[in-house]
């Protein structure tokens, strides 16, 4: 029996799709790229509702004249047809289900096969077209499609894409008509493609990105460059815009108008000498509109002049010295993927220079065309990196990778095309990125000579090959800090005299960290050592924090509350878990504590207060601004609040430099002022409101070191004894005033009238993603939170040693220990009743080899009642561990619970308030526990107060924030040591200034309590 020459012709169909999916090379049929112009040339949005049937497989997509519409339109199969929103992700859209993965392959590493599991979406669009788009040449442009497409129109193939984050666009003329028109886009979402798009973020196949007619009109403006640069020696610039035409127009001219500069009607091609410009900056970011008319179309281009250099390993726009103080922005929205509105683009470029952002890696691909448009108007110095990434090839040690295979080079060639040549007019663009991730090789070599032919007025980047023979920047990912400072201090000594030309070229590039201070969960860590290297060292250019935004996506949970997945949560195969859960801010842009710290460490202004001399150092660490546009205010504040205020006068600061200022006499504290401690805060606030934020702004503040006042008497009939209670004894326990300790085990009943249980000797915390990753400084060594659990740290029990009696107080001797081990902690906790409540004078000694670190050591109690709101005197008014919370000054603050911690995606320890001196636990059946420190070294005067609904053992074992159980309970503990949280999920693990080795300690508190 033989087949039916249909059935033979759809099998032949079938098996050549299969086929082109393998092929590694571009996609066939499009236009050559161009510059993404704003024109007035008719355009037709097809974005809205399109038709859409999912196929399992290539082999199994039905080949059945869908994309002559019929189809869709047959009433036999129409039930395979649904409606989708475009842009948008099938599997976002109730087709099929998201996937996530860092590095590997969600498939085999067979290049250039994809798998045969690879889903098929089929979409379908019927549109009328009005009269311009009939009477001229018309493209259909795709800014967007994951993975593979190939596109048909009125049943002609027009050709197909690769390059998922690219625009591609294909001639319509004399295919497209007038009604009816049937756009058939046949979608893989895995291909050759893929290989090369393995980018660290959840594989969301579909149209993501509008699709667009345009109109082009005989002897419109095909393409436009422009060449705006700027001397810095007399503050001239140079505007020069190359025009080419589209066919029919031999005899028109494209003109030049930018009135702004002068220019009005002069023709394309001729370069333009302003006298005097003021220059792009990311803090200037001074536009010029120019436009250029042919007889049939205007083009308008939004113009900056900068010049890009590179002199003695330092980064100069402008002749001036830049710093990068960046983030990695990946598009994301948690209900639609990568598609991401203008608005709500704006609305994170906005909080971004709000917190002292002032650059962006776009990782890893270019991202929707109109975003640059904002990183220009409103000022952003970007990194704009291809669509490239291979990574998935590094578990297979890198074999076959497609960056040193010839089969591979066009692809490549073709990415760097279409990347550089739609965004060569943004001025914020500073340097290309090759790509991410990628290996070495050939191809990469090849891509980098092109694209310097191609526009040698930027630098071109690329992290993965640490020669950096073919780039102008040497940049590194999650390099330690002290390789960051041996790179910094390389040039201190002259290159050894065997150093090859390609060392000597590297020894002479600035260098950048394109990625460091990975940003998951509680974190960053040790933000400060990285910060003081970019500031005192010129080679060092800056870097990128991985990264802005969290990638979780909303779903809707059982019980019908909206709530935010992970990887694994979709039943992916392979994923990497919450990995993708390592933003500045949350998915829905929710600023984590690491947004704060970062914004005071890369603030462009430096302030250093010495009350005692009455001085203030201010730092100008602006690109090229002075400090006029802000004013400077000064306040005294005590543990009461602020007492006085006033304004600062600074004088001229020029960029790069620093001044002088002079507290007056009333910022100093005098006997007569009350309170016990004090500071005074000088902060700098913008004058007049700008694009990004209103007048008032606060950009920057700068505290004194904190004082003490000792204000203690004597209590009347001599000394403190004269104030203390006596211990008795009852049927309940030992009784201390309102206070009630267990005889048999020590622990506390009663807290001043309210019930209580503990305290418990603490040395673990619900482990930080970061305690959950290897660092790259102790890669043969398990994660601390698998040490801390193996050590028994999270399940230390008590041994009683004894109660006893010293005058009166009650001493309770306790050894508190893991099991297994043969380890322990020695507690002296020593109770008595002043007149200010419940005194604890607790000590600490390690008995035993303890041979890992601590993650914190204090005491915990337990409430059996929801804590409302705390009130403190210390750093705030956000959470801070030791090597996190720089973005947090000394004052008086209070917080909701809610208000108080994270609710990071995963439960984890969060919500510390360190360098606590008195704090006021509101509960709420209407108690009030105030806890005071003591001690005669202010050190000891300063307590770390975490209070959290659940325990540590609840959140250590809850995988998202929606599932843990609504508590009735409140946990108090209180520190006197507490680890940093590191970098460790990707970089370097806790530095050892911030890590708790095993030490004795002392903890001394006061508990009172008042009803509300």
Known sequence: MTASPDREASLSATEAFVAELADPRPGRGSLAPRAHLSSDAPRLSLDGQWMFRLSPSARTAPQDGWIQGTAANDDASSNAWSPITVPGHWNLQGHGSPAYSNVDFPFPVDPPHPPDANPIGDYLLVFDADSPFLASRSILRFDGIESAATIWLNGVELGTTRGSRLTHEFEVSGVIRSTANVLAVRVAQFSAASYIEDQDMWWLPGIFRSVTVEARPDGGIRDAQVHASFDAGDGSGRLRVEVSLEPGGSDQEALVWAPTLGIHGSPAGVEHVIATVEPWTAETPTLHEVVVRTPSETITLRVGFRSISVEDTVLLVNGAPITLRGVNRHEH????????????????????????????????????????????????????????????????????????????????????????ERDKNHSSVIMWSLGNEAGVGANLEAIAEWTHHRDPSRLVHYEGDWSSTYVDVYSRMYASVAEVESIARENDVPAPSDATPQELHRRGLPFVLCEYAHAMGNGPGGLSEYQRLIDDSPRVAGGFIWEWVEHGLAVTGPDGRRVIRYGGDFGEAVHDGNFVIDGLVSADREPRPGLADFAHLTAPVKIDVNVDGLSVTIGNRYDTLGLDHLDFWWQLETDSGVLRLGTLTVPPTPAHSSSMATLPAEARFTPLDPGRMHAVTVIARLRQATSWAPAGHVVTWGQSAVQHVNRDTPAAGGGTDAVRRTPTVTADGIALGTSLIDAATGQLLMLNGTAVSGPA???????????????????????????????????????????????????????????????????????????????????????????????????????????????????????GYADTGQGNRWGRWSATTEQLRTDHVRPQESGARRGVSEAQLELA????????????????????????????????????????????????????????????????????????????????????????
């Open 925 to 1012: 059946g209407g108690r009030v526990i105030e806890l005071r420190a003591h001690g005669s070294d202010p050190a000891e005067q300063e307590l770390i107060v975490t209070v959290s609904p659940w325990s540590r053992q609840q959140l250590d074992a809850t995988l998202h924030v929606d599932e843990l159980i609504p508590s009735t309970q409140a946990h108090l503990s209180i520190d006197v040591l507490q680890a940093g949280v590191g970098t460790a999920t990707c970089g370097p693990g806790i530095l050892p200034a911030y890590r708790v080795a095993p030490q004795p300690a002392r903890l001394t508190v006061t508990f009172s309590a008042t009803s509300r």
């Open 761 to 879: 000797v603490g040395v673990w915390r619900a482990p930080v993603d970061n305690d959950r990753g290897v660092g790259w400084d102790e890669p043969e060594l398990p994660p601390l939170a698998t040490r801390w659990h193996d050590g028994g740290l999270d399940r230390l029990v008590p041994r009683l040693r004894g109660i006893s009696r010293d005058g009166d107080t009650i001493v309770v001797d306790t050894r508190w220990a893991p099991p297994m081990r043969d380890v322990g902690i020695d507690t002296s906790f020593r109770w008595c009743h002043t007149a200010q409540g419940l005194q604890l004078d607790a000590s600490f000694e390690p008995v035993g080899p303890w041979l890992l670190d601590w993650a914190r050591l204090g005491i915990d109690l337990v409430f059996d009642e929801q804590a409302t709101r705390l009130d403190w005197v210390g750093q705030g008014p956000g959470s």
């Open 333 to 420: 929205d948690p209900e639609r993927g990568r598609v991401v509105s203008l608005a709500a683009a704006r609305s994170e470029l906005l909080l971004m220079k709000a917190h002292n952002i002032n650059a962006i890696r776009t990782s890893h691909y270019p991202p929707h065309p109109d975003f640059l448009d904002l990183a220009d108007e409103l000022g952003f110095w970007v990194i704009l990196e291809n669509d490239l990434e291979s990574h998935g090839f590094e578990p297979v040690e890198w074999r076959d990778n497609p960056s040193d295979v010839e089969q591979w080079r066009d692809a490549y060639l073709d990415r760097m095309r279409r990347t550089v």
